[in-house]
């Protein structure tokens, strides 16, 4: 086995990582191009969020991406359990 089964590996030979993906659809953002978050998972879509806000911070352009977030904060609120107070 060459301990690479089951994985996906871009034009490189290697696995590809979410760091540049982050920095492509930050720097996107400059030129009006939406940031699309996944949002059937919570999970994932917190991992975005944050990955996303770290090179937004890094470049100084938090205020230009967190108008995306706002999406992803409604559509949870929408369908998140009512709480029970006791």
């Known amino acids: ?3 690479f089964a089951g994985r996906v590996l871009n034009e490189n030979g290697r696995v590809p990582t979410k760091i540049f993906e982050y920095w492509e659809r930050v720097l996107y953002a400059f030129y009006g191009t939406e940031i699309r978050i996944a949002d059937e998972d919570m999970g994932a879509a917190l991992g975005d969020c944050v990955g996303l806000i770290e090179v937004a911070e890094y470049l100084g352009c938090v205020n230009l ?9 409604t559509s949870w609120s929408n369908t998140a359990p009512p709480t029970t107070s006791g």
């Open 65 to 73: 991406i967190g108008k995306f977030f706002a999406h992803i904060n």
């Open 1 to 3: 086995m060459d301990g």
